[in-house]
Each structure stands twice: as C-alpha cells, then as structure tokens.
C-alpha cells in the first residue's frame, strides 16, 4: 500500500518540478516525514482515511454488486448518486424547514434515506427492464454505451428541474447543506485527539452499509439466489430460479444503495449537492470496483479502504510538503493504472472474470 | 450551398435548422478526433475511452510550442510542421500507454485507458508550467502571427485560419470572395479531409483487415499467425496520431484550450456519441453523427447565434402567443427556454439511447447495410438493375 502511494508520490514530484532534488528540499522531506510519523499526526489521517473509505464503498458497493451478477458496468451510477443527493436534499429541506432540533434533523435524515432508497431503487428497476434488459444478448461495450447515454439524459432532466424551481444560482446547493445538524459540524475528543463529527457519521454509515449488504447477500435466501446467479446463470436457471426477475431486483438495489450514497454526500461540503457530482462520484466508484476485482464485494470493500487511505495520506502530505492541488485525486487514478498493470483482475477478482 | 440554401424561399426555415459556418469548422476538426477514435474503437473492437488523452496533447502542443515552451520547436514554426509534431509527441505517448493497455480487453482495456487519460486531465489541471491559470488552460501568447495551413516555405500557399485573425481573400479568379471564417473553414476542412483519405486509406489495406479480423474474433486472428499485440499497437498509434492533429486543429483555431476541452473524460464521451449516431465502425460516420450533435445544440442554443428554434418562433408565432400562459404562471416562451432551449444533451441523449438499442450501426451503417456496400457503386447497381 505504501509502496504505490510513494511511487505515485516520487513521479508526480519530479515531473511536475522539473527540478534536481536538492539539499534543502531533502531536508524538508525527512523533517515533513516526522511530522508525518508523529502518532497525532498519523490518527488524524487514519481517520480521514477511514471516512474517505467510508465514501468510496457507498458509492461503489452498489456498482460491484450490478457488475457480479449481470456483468453491466453501469456508467449511470454516478447520476443516480448525484439524483440521490437532490432528492435526499429535498425531502430534508422540506422537512426541517422552521427549525427542528439536531435529533429530529437525525430521524428525518434516515427516513428521507429511506424514501431515497425506495424512489432510486424503482428508477433503477424501471430502467433494467425498460432499456438494460434488451441488451444481454449484445457485446459489453453496448451495456457500457446505453448506460452512458443513460447519464446524459439523466443528468440534463436533473439540470432542468433544477433549474426551474430555481433551486441553484451557485454551483452547489447551499440549502440541502444547511440542514445539516450542527453537532456533526463540530469535532469530538477522542482520547486527545479531535475528529470531525461529519467524519465519525460517514464512517458509521459505512460501516452500516457494508454489514447490511454483507447480511443480505451471506445471510438471506436472495443473496445465496443472488450469489448463485453470478457464479453460474445458467445453472441457476436450470433449478428453476427466475434469473431475469434476480437481474431487476440486484439493479434496483444497486440503484438504491447509489442514492442512498448520494444522500450522504449531499452533507459533505467536498462533495455537495450539483449536477457534477455524477462525473465526480463516477470516476472514484469505477477505481475502488476496479482495484477490488470487478464484482467482488470483499474486493471492494477492501479497495475502499485502500483508496481511502492512500488518498488521506496523499492529501496530508500534498498539503503540509508539496503544492500541487491536483495531486491527491490523480493518486487515485495511479492506484488504478498501476493496479491494472500489477493485477489486471484486481484484488480479490477471479482470473476468469478479468479474461473477459 | 449553404447562401443557397439560406437564400431560397425556405430561408428562414434554414438559417433556423442548418448549422452556421462558424459551427462547421468545429465540426471539422472534432469529427476528425471522432473518427480517430472510431477508427481504433470500431475497427479493432477496443473501446479506447481515454481518446481524449491524445485530443488534449495534440492541442497543448500547439499551444505551448508557439508559446515557446516545447524545447527545440521555434515559436514561428509553420502551424503544418506543429501539427505533424504535435501527431509524433501523440504516437510516442500512445506507444507507452498501449504498451500497458493492450495486455487487456474489453472494459478493463476501456477503464485503463480512462485512468490514464484522468491521470493527465488532473495532471494538466494543476500544471502552472503551461499556463499561469493551469485551470483555465493555455491561450497562444507569444506568437503574434495567426497559424496557417499550407505547404511550409511556399507563402503563397498557405492561409491563415481563426476565429478573428485569419486570412480573407477578395477576388479569386475575379469571382469568388471568402471571409475569415469561410477561409478556416475550407483549410480546417481540407485538413480534415487529408486525414480520413489517410485513415480510409490504411483500412482498406492489408493492416486494416486485420484490425478488423482482431475486432471480429482476436483468437482466430491470432490462430492465423498474426501478432495481434502489435496490430493493435499500431493501430492504436495511427489513432493517436489524427487524434492529436484534430487537437492542433482547435488550438490553432481557438488559440487557446482548457483541460475541460480537450483532456476530460467527457471529451472522449462526445467522439464516442457522435461515433454511435453517425455509425460505430464506419469511418466517415461519426462526421455525421457530429454534425448531428452540433445542429441539435445549436438549433436549442439558448443565444440562438446562427438561427435557433425561439428566434425563428418569436419573428413567426409574435410575443402574443409567446407570452401565452399554459401552466401556473408558465408562458409558452418560458416554457421553451426551460424545456428546450440550452438542453440539446438531453435530446440527443435520447437519440443516442435509442440509436443503441435499436439502430446499431448508425446512420451510415445502416444505410450501408440496406445498399451493401459503398453507396455510390451501390446506387449505379440498382439503377442498372432497373433498367432491364
């Protein structure tokens, strides 16, 4: 892990500096290093890792889990995420309207999530059988092709109802940030170190995401359904399984969990509700699903954390050591080329689903 | 063609529909980008979603060598010269890219490719060498002189093209007389159309066959003998070569780019759109397909530069209709300008969408198919057949 996250490091330094390392630059390095090395220091990353992992399994779990069992990589995630946070940024601006305490703010932020859910899950059933469904018997890159036309569309309708109820003179949509609750604006004392609010929640939620979808899919009759379809879909249907109806039911999910992410991010002041966010969550998602071994939800969840960390770290020192503000999201995308060069099936894929 | 059309008595309907000359120049040299990515793409099967890569450093070439900051390229050399250069520094970059890429197929040779293009996208963006405001992009500062296309050395040759400062020529042959942009647009044009001879040209050889044998089953190709490996590199190579003249050709147009323009991600997703409409695997498809593209934008401008559908409904229908309300509050034109106006990405996504599902191989594809074979030799057939 440290390894690639250094040698994303060294290269991205020399080309962008032109210039043979010196004495003092040198010095600079190894002092950065102790401050880095320093247990304060180190915590404050690890956190931020965790959160930044937190992030990256929300928007990706729901992709890997399409690709297992259909094997559609879905270009649209990122707009049903970025539809998630709009949504998500609705319901709560509704309901919070005069005021309501943080623990009201809290329960109306799970049952919004809830509606999310439900809306992108039947969006993204209607689109499986609507459109996705015709495509099976076609070469991939036709699944690749629709889903990207899919996103055009989706995110210039978003564009136009946002635009006609006014919702964004700005970038980003300042109202649904506003009904954050505040105590997750402030930073908490964890045995003397502080930790953003916002950061513990991302990580709980995470961390809940994964368990549930881990629960459904080892510990439900639909997930070992669900687990037999994408190991061997023909014999699943010889027993007399309905893989079809599977197919609609994993792409709803999946379409759910994305906004269900979505929902999240519209909190995170990195992220934001705006109608770029389908490219900005997109990209992120497409690297963990990669780097995991598409379709493996171990793999993902394990990619998750390791991009997270490594983006954490890359931030940390791109901040405090060298300036280039691009740095930190261009470490992702080495992770990924390198991951494809080293282990094109990525961490936990099976040889097999790499050779297609 | 097109004074002829707009003068007609359809006029009005015209300069409403047709794209204005300024909107064919870049149609220009984008669909030669989309082609360079059909080309890889649709012949050999590999969905080379980082095309934009190439795109994106033909034009910082241009831009930086005539800034001067390319070393060993003069700020005066001859815009034809930087293009071919601009091509060579796309082939040496493509080499090392697919070296890595081509030990892998479908979506992971399709993500790879976008991971390496992301890596320079994000790279370009924060790199203060090319321009002070590296997230803005370069503009052309120190060569006073605008490009021209033509043969180096021969100056009566070559014309300037730009959006402002290119040549106009009065009285050729004591008849014809070009504007600035008419100019760009048959040079830009002629550039262009260099490119897809050249491009049609290598697909009808014998490489080209077995880009297209690769494309319709790698294994067998192989079977027969063929380093498919290094097929695919070179056709890659070639691919990344007309990829980075386009590249040039809107630099030197524009005079200036920004990543958003030529490394993003979405670059390489609207050579793909006009591939899919025009016709995926036929060369001269995603031209149309482009052109398509652009005459839907422009007729839903929201400026309505060149004709537009609410200029031509607003001298035609008059205020009384527009300001008509429909819904709450709604007028007609507000309607037009929410619904309609600015939001060309939805109708031909929408378009795309269904030319994916029902119309495969596109415009040109499918009309191929119907006529089986070249259009031209085609047509001749059937009228002979005709006659008898």
């Known amino acids: 892990m440290s390894g690639i996250a250094l040698a994303g490091a060294s290269a991205g330094a020399n080309s962008l ?304 050591e060298i300036e280039f503000a691009g740095l930190p999201e261009m470490t992702i995308f080495l992770i990924l080329v390198v991951m494809l060069i080293l282990r094109p099936q990525g961490l936990f894929g099976v040889e097999e689903v790499g050779g297609h | 063609m097109y004074s002829v059309l707009v003068t007609s008595p359809l006029g009005a309907e015209m300069t409403t529909v047709l794209p204005d000359v300024e909107t064919m120049i870049t149609v220009f040299y984008f669909a030669l980008f989309a082609m360079s990515f059909d080309f890889i793409s649709g012949y050999t099967g590999y969905l080379s979603f980082g095309h934009a890569a190439f795109y994106g450093t033909g034009a910082y070439f241009v831009v930086l060598a005539s800034n001067g900051k390319i070393p060993f390229v003069a700020v005066d050399t001859p815009f034809v010269v930087l293009l071919v250069l601009a091509g060579l520094a796309a082939v040496t970059l493509s080499l090392l890219i697919g070296a890595v890429s081509f030990r892998l197929t479908g979506v992971y040779f399709a993500m790879i490719t976008l991971g390496f293009s992301q890596v320079l996208y994000v790279f370009v963006r924060g790199w203060d060498y090319a321009a002070s405001n590296p997230r803005d992009g370069p503009a052309v500062l120190e060569r006073t002189e605008p490009f021209s296309v033509g043969v180096p050395g021969v100056d009566s040759l070559n014309l300037a093209i730009g959006q402002l400062s290119g040549d106009e020529i009065e009285g050729l042959f004591g008849l014809l007389n070009f504007s600035a942009t008419e100019v760009s647009y048959y040079m830009v044009g002629l550039v262009a159309l260099v490119c897809y001879f050249a491009m049609q040209r290598i697909i009808h050889s014998p490489f080209g066959k077995v880009m297209v044998a690769i494309r319709e089953n790698e294994e067998r190709a192989a079977a027969i003998g063929y380093d498919t490996f290094w097929y695919k590199l070179g056709a890659f190579a070639v691919s990344a070569f007309f990829a980075a003249v386009a590249g040039g050709l809107l630099a030197g147009f524009q005079r200036s780019v920004s990543p958003e323009n030529s490394f993003y991600f979405l670059v390489t997703g609207d050579a793909l759109l006009a591939a899919i409409i025009g016709g995926f695997g036929t060369l001269a498809g995603p031209l149309y397909g482009y052109l398509f593209d652009e005459t839907v934008t422009e007729f839903l401008s929201k400026t309505g530069e060149g004709g537009g559908l609410l200029p031509y409904l607003r001298s035609h229908l008059g205020e009384g209709t527009l300001s008509t309300e429909v819904y709450n509050g709604l007028t007609v034109q507000q309607g037009i300008d929410t619904f309609l106006n600015g939001h060309a990405a939805l109708y031909v996504g929408v378009v795309f969408v269904l030319f994916v599902l029902f119309v495969p191989n596109g415009l040109l594809g499918t009309v191929r198919d119907r006529l089986g074979g070249p259009v031209g030799k085609e047509i001749a057939e059937r009228l002979r057949s005709d006659e008898k």
Request: proline share 4%; net charge negative; hydrophobic share 60%.
């Open chain 1, 17 to 320: 500096a032109f210039a043979p390392a010196n004495p003092v630059v040198l010095a600079g390095f190894v002092d950065a290093l102790g401050q880095f090395l320093r247990p304060g220091n180190l915590a404050s990353v690890f956190v931020d890792g965790l959160s930044k992992a937190a992030i990256y399994v929300m928007i990706a779990g729901g992709l890997t889990l399409i690709f297992g069992l259909m094997g559609v990589l879905n270009f649209a995630h990122g707009s049903l995420t970025m539809i998630g946070a709009y949504l998500g940024g609705l319901l709560m601006v509704t309901a919070v309207g005069g005021g309501s305490g943080p623990v009201t703010r809290l329960l109306l932020f799970f049952v919004a999530l809830a509606a999310t859910f439900a809306v992108l899950a039947g969006l993204g059933g209607a689109m499986e059988v609507g459109l996705i469904r015709r495509l099976y018997d076609r070469p991939p890159i036709y699944q690749i092709l629709l889903t990207f036309g899919l996103t055009l569309i989706l995110d210039e309708l978003v564009r136009i109802v946002v635009l006609f109820y006014g919702l964004q003179p700005t970038s980003d949509w300042q109202a649904a940030l506003g009904t954050k609750p505040a105590f997750l604006s402030q930073s908490v004392e964890i045995g003397g170190l502080s930790v953003a609010g916002l950061d513990l929640f991302e990580i709980a939620l995470g961390a809940l995401t994964v368990a549930a979808l881990w629960a459904f899919l080892t510990r439900t009759r639909y997930g070992l359904i669900i687990r037999a379809g994408s190991e061997d879909a023909e014999m699943t249907e010889a027993l007399g399984i309905d893989v079809r109806r599977v197919f609609t039911v994993v792409f709803a999910l999946g379409a759910g969990v994305a906004g269900a992410a979505g929902m999240l991010l519209m909190w995170d002041p990195a992220w934001a509700a705006s109608v770029p966010l389908g490219a900005d969550t997109l990209l992120p998602a497409f690297v963990v699903v990669i780097v995991g071994g598409l379709g493996t939800f171990r793999g993902t969840v394990v990619a998750a954390l390791l991009v997270g960390m490594v983006d954490a770290v890359m931030t940390w020192w791109f901040v405090n």
